[in-house]
């Protein structure tokens, strides 16, 4: 059975990061999906989650340099789902010019999402 962060193959034969797993009013679950698309944005499915093939299971060790929607950090774990990333410390630009630094910071983010971000899904 798929769990979330799993990489998908459906019957068509596209691959998808499961992203959560929910009840169905069948008994059974659902399994919601999403994928890049070819312009970069996300797209979404919902689909039974017994008809689902599982291509990997990902997984993260601490320490794993990662990137949380473009930022870079180092993955701490996952709890429910959800994974911890230390944002590196950075600075950024004002649209004045000024500059302004910014310290580490603690990120939490779906496993799914940054299944998604992390790895090659073709």
């Known amino acids: 059975m798929a769990r979330e962060g ?15 797993l929910i009840g169905n009013a069948h008994g059974g ?14 797209t979404g499915l919902l689909k039974d989650a017994a008809g689902l093939t599982i291509v990997e299971s990902p997984s993260f060790q601490e320490g794993d340099r990662v990137t949380v929607n473009g930022l870079a950090g180092s993955y701490l774990d996952t709890q429910n789902g ?29 496993i799914g999402l940054l299944v998604l971000e992390n790895r090659a899904i073709r």
């Open 6 to 20: 799993d990489i998908v193959q459906t019957e068509s034969g596209l691959k998808w990061v499961v992203l959560e």
């Open 29 to 42: 679950q659902d399994a919601r999906l999403i994928r890049k698309s070819d312009d970069s944005r996300s």
């Open 82 to 110: 959800f994974a911890r990333v230390l944002l590196d410390a950075r600075t950024m630009t004002t649209q004045s010019g000024l500059s302004i630094a910014l310290d580490a910071a603690i990120a939490s983010m779906s």
